[in-house]
């Protein structure tokens, strides 16, 4: 056990002597007891959505090989691994928001599998066939913020080339306010210990089993035939 999760159990077990104060993530060394089974029996579990359309849907921008693995291999994966991990660990969550506000005292499999589980059922969200360009209060939003879209676009754009190896591009909000940067691995901007932080709006995998297959080491032109995918509906449910 890492000295990081040893004071993270420690602090949530001096938390739930105290009194609950804190809604408690369910971490302890006492063996599992059927008060235990029960409880786990209602813990919040990862889970991958429903492609929201089928994996040849996004070409030419994104083949239908990509899409395939990445959803039915690489998400799928990531589920697994963190529902597992979080059973291993005899780790309660009660919520997906409690996970992001106690990420920091989790294990690096539970961050990275949950945070990649997260993330991708937001970015297959963040697609559509034809997604054409951004209108009405997102298109108000972006031109007021960065200039024109052109210009967010290229500022967006520097994030997601900028990111060094694996990782996000995104565009958040906080209180209406956007700010565009990008997050290692698969932390998001919702992590309590991220260094970036935001409610996403918009999001783009950078990773390279997102676009290697197509698109080789040229990051630059997925990311460039990415823009003719993003589903601008789904930005503007997310922008309050
Ligand atoms: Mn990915």
Redesign the pocket.
């Known amino acids: 056990m890492n000295t990081t999760r040893r004071k993270f159990i420690e602090t949530t077990a001096k938390a739930s002597i105290i009194g609950s104060i804190v809604s408690p993530v369910f971490a302890t060394a006492k063996s599992i007891s059927s008060t235990a089974e029960s409880e786990f029996a209602n813990a919040f579990e990862f889970s991958q959505i429903k492609l929201p359309y089928a994996y040849n849907a996004l070409e030419p921008s994104i083949d239908a090989m990509t899409m395939e693995i990445?959803y039915s291999k690489?998400?799928a994966a990531y589920v697994k691994n963190v529902n597992e991990a979080l059973a291993a660990d005899k780790i309660f969550l009660n919520t997906e928001k409690e996970f992001f506000s106690k990420v920091s005292g989790l294990s690096d499999k539970i961050r990275n599998n949950g945070g990649?589980v997260w993330?991708?059922n937001f970015?297959w969200q963040m697609m559509k066939p034809n997604g054409g360009a951004p209108t009405g209060k997102v298109a108000e939003a972006i031109n007021s913020t960065f200039g024109s879209f052109d210009k967010f676009k290229e500022q967006f754009t520097q994030a997601a080339m900028g990111r060094f190896g694996s990782g996000w591009a995104w565009l958040v909000s906080n209180d209406g306010k956007l700010t565009i940067g990008s997050t290692p691995n698969q932390d998001n901007p919702l992590m309590d210990n991220s260094a970036f932080k935001g409610t996403p709006v918009l999001g783009l995998?950078v990773?390279e089993?997102?676009y290697y297959l197509k698109y080789q080491n040229k990051r630059n032109e997925y990311i460039s035939n990415w823009w003719n995918i993003v589903n601008w509906d789904e930005v503007a449910k997310r922008l309050v």
């Open positions: 990445h690489h998400h990649g993330n991708h970015f995998d990773w089993h997102a």
